[in-house]
C-alpha cells in the first residue's frame, strides 16, 4: 500500500495557512516518520492522508487511486493516536474488537485477530480489564494491538509515545518497530522527537513552517541537512551554526567567527559570507593561555561516558561541544577550540551548499 | 493538618451540637410522620404520640380501603415514560448541538436555553389550551407529552458530550461509524453517568409533579400519586390521619429507591479515564 502526496495544501482560512506544497512518495511497508517542532502542521497533515481533515488542495494517492473524496473508513487504514482513544466502558479485548465488528467481520475472524493482536503486545492477561484499570505503557498497546488487529495495511500514527516516561518510550518504540517489521506495515508516524525519527524511520520528513524541509533516511538527514533547521533539529546537544567568510588573501582559508579559527580548505570556499555548521563531537578543545586562546568555558555537564563543555568563543558565539570521558575545566578557563574535518556550509538563507569534495577540510 | 488535629475540646463540641440540632430539624418531621403511620388514628387524634399501639395496620389499610395502588401505578406508568423519552430525545438533541455542523448552531443552541428562563407556571395556561384542544384532558399522555423533552436535560448532555476527547470521533469516523452507530455505540455509554443523573432527575421531576396533574386530570384512574394523596385527605371528612401517613411513606420509597441507585453510580462512574 503506497501513499503519495503531490503538492498537498491545507488553509483555515484566507489568513492561517498551515500546509503548502507537501509532495511525498511512501513505499508499501515502508517506516515514514513526520517530525517537526510543535504547530508545524505534521498531525493535521495525517488527519488529511486518514481523511479527518479536508484538503484544501493537492492529491493524496493510495495505491496510485486518488482518495481525497473518499471517507476514512474506504482508505482502509487505522490510527493510533496520542490519546490512545480508548473506550473506557469496554474491556481490553472488547476495545480491540470494537473496529472489526463494526467492519462486521465474521465472529470466529474477530475471535482470532482478536487474540493474536493480544498476544503480540503481550497483553493476554489482561483482556478482561477495562482502560483504567492498566498503566500507561499497557494502554498504549491495547491502542497498538486495534492497530494490529485491523487487516488495514496502512496505519497512522499521531504522538503515540509523547504521555509515556523515557524509560518506557525507549521500550515501545522498539516494540513498534519490531511490530511493524513483523507485520509489514506502511507506517507513517508523527513526532516532535528527534531521536524516536532517526532511531525507527527508513525516511524521515521534516516539517516546518508550513513547509517540507527535507525527505531523507536518517543517515542522510543528520550528515547532509538541507538546511540550517534540519542541522539543528537533529543531533544532541545541537549542532554549532558559526559566521564564517572567506580569507581576503587565500581563497582555500576559511576565517570562522572573528578571526578565532582558520581552516585551509580542499578546494575554494565556496561564498565571501557563509555559516558553517560543526557537530559537537567534531569540536576538539585544548587547555591554552590566554595568548593562543579563542574561548572561554562557561560550563561543562559530566554524562559518565562522556562531557559536555559549553564554550564562548572570542567573538561572542556560543560553542557546545562533546569530549569522551571525563574532562574537568574551570569556568571562564581559557581554551582553544577547533573543528574537525566534517563541516557543513550554509548559505545566508540558511541553504545548505554542497562541496564537490566528501571531505572539506585536510585531515 | 496540626490545626485540625488539635482542634480545641470546646469548640469540637459546640460544633457536634450544631450538627446534632440541624439533623433533628432536618429529619424530625420525617421520622414523626414514619413513626405517625404505625399508630392508630385515634391515638393521634387525642395527641398521644407516644402511644406504644404500634402496628402496621395502617399500612394494610391503605393498600385495601384505597386506591393508593392505582395511583402508583398512575405515578410509575408517567415518570417511567417521560424519563426515558428525556433521555432519547435531550441525548440526541444535545449530540447534534455538539458532533453536527449546521448553519445557525449556536443561535438554535441559546434559543433552546432560553426556554429554561420561562418557568413551567408561565406556560401553564397555554399548555392547559393547548392540551385542551387536542382533547387530551384525564389522559396519561396529558402529563406526559408536555415532558417529553427538557432544555435543561439537553443542556446538561452537551456540557457532558463536549467534555468527550476529539480522538473518539476521529477513531469512530476511521472505522466509519455512522452517526446513529457511534451515539448509541460510544456516545451513550461514555456518558452514562450523566445520563443516570439525568435520568433521576428527570424520574423524580415526574414524579413529584402537582400542579399540572391537579389542573389536567378528574379522575383517580389517571391521578398521580401526589395529588392522590391529596385527594384522599379530602375526601372525607373524618380524617384517618395514621392512614394518611402510611400512603405518605408508601409513596416516598420509590424516590429513596431512585436516589440510592443513582449514588451508587455517580460513585462508581466518577474516576473513569478514557484518556489518559
Redesign the interface.
Known sequence: MSISLRNVRKDYDQQTKVLEKVSAEVQTGEFFVIVGPSGCGKSTLL?MI???TPITDGEVRINDRVVNEL????RK???V??????????SVWDNVA??LK??KLSQSDVQNRVNNALKMVNLTDFKNR???ELS?GQ?QRVALARAVASDADICLMDEPLS?LDAQLRIRMRQEIYNLQRKLGLTLIYVTHDQVEAMTMADHIMVLNDQHVQQIGTPAEIYQHPANEFVAQFFGTPQINILPAKRSAENSHLLTVGSNDMQVALNEEVPADQLRIGVRPDELTISRADSVDSNAVVKNTEFLGNETIVYATLNSGDNVRAVLPGQVNFRGYEPIKVQVGSHLLFFNNDGERIGLTKEEAVHA | MEMVAKQKLPQKILNYVLLIILTAVVLGPFLIGLWTSLLPTMDIAKGNFLSLHISLTNYVDAFQKTPILQYLGNSLWISTLTTIAQLIFCSMSAYAFVFLRFRGRKVLFILFLATMMLPFEAEIIPNFMTVKAMGLLNTYSAMIVPFLTSAFGTFMLRQSFLQMPDELKEAADIEGLGHFQFYWKIVMPYNRISLITLGAYGFLGAWNQYLWPMLTTFSNAFRPVQNGLRQLQSEETFNDWGMIQATAAIVVIPTLIVLFVGQHYFKSGMNEGAVK
Do not use: D, S, V, W
Not at chain 1, 71 to 74: L, N, Q, T
Open positions: 488527519r486518514a481523511g479527518l471517507p476514512p473508513k474506504a487504514l487505522t490510527m493516536f496520542q490519546n490512545y482513544a480508548l473506550y473506557p466502558f469496554l470494537f473496529g463494526a467492519r477495562k482502560p483504567r500507561g494502554r504521555n
